[in-house]
């Protein structure tokens, strides 16, 4: 079985680096805005639970007058380059330690952030490979398969010897149950509480990365591990 992982919310938890990015931010705006840095930290939280993290930095130099597009690259900047202060869940640090290298990672999202993020989290050696799908190109993010085919093709495996991890029902399984790829559902993060159509849900779903074993050894598929 070639087990390959998503990411955010699946192997850290991804709150913890918009706390970072936010932190970051605030501190460079503190001193230009002469505002309270804290209080700059949390009226962006206020604006993401109202509004979602999309425009949470124009959103918030606009209602302080302080709106210009340079500013704006500048914040994001800040944001995604910041030292990022994020640690593997222990259930992930435990399973990635038992799979020993042997799985991947596959993730969207933007390809210097993502990248940073598996440095922060020291996961460079501690896999066979990542994939970002954004360096492919952004049509190849997820639901797009293209990327596990990939995989797939390295392997020289079954869409059904391949199993995915992920918490995202919008898009981490639709396709790849066509496929009849083995999904798991971590139940955490912001979809924790997500009710999916089955087409869009996972085949399993856990609470715990280490119940990934036994969805392996009954699926009888464990040549590779
Ligand atoms: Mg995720």
């Known amino acids: 079985m070639i087990i390959i992982f998503d990411l955010d919310d699946t192997l850290y938890r991804e709150e913890d680096f918009q706390i970072g990015g936010f932190k970051a931010v605030s501190k460079y705006l503190s001193s230009l805005l002469n505002l309270n840095a804290r209080k700059i930290e949390k009226r962006l939280n206020e604006i993401v639970k109202k509004d979602g993290r999309g425009l949470v930095f124009d959103k918030f130099l606009t209602e302080n007058k302080f709106y210009s597009k340079s500013l704006i690259k500048k914040t994001i900047l800040i944001y995604r380059l910041h030292k990022p202060n994020i640690k593997l869940y222990g259930d992930a640090k435990k399973i990635i330690f038992k799979l020993k290298k042997n799985i991947y990672i596959l993730t969207d999202g933007n390809k210097i952030v993502q990248k940073r993020k598996l440095l922060a989290l020291r996961l460079n050696n501690k896999i066979k490979k990542s994939f970002i799908t ?92």
């Open 134 to 225: 954004h360096n492919y190109g952004c049509k190849y993010a997820k639901p797009s398969v293209y990327c596990f085919k990939k995989i797939k093709e390295a392997e020289g495996v079954a869409w059904n010897e391949m199993m995915y991890i992920g918490d995202n029902p919008k898009k981490d399984f639709v396709n790849l149950n066509k496929k009849g790829v083995q999904t798991v559902r971590i139940m955490r993060g912001p979809y924790k509480f997500e009710k999916a159509e089955s087409k869009f849900d996972a085949r399993f779903k856990i609470n715990n990365l280490s119940e990934i074993i036994n969805i392996i050894n009954k699926n009888h598929y464990g040549k590779n591990i």
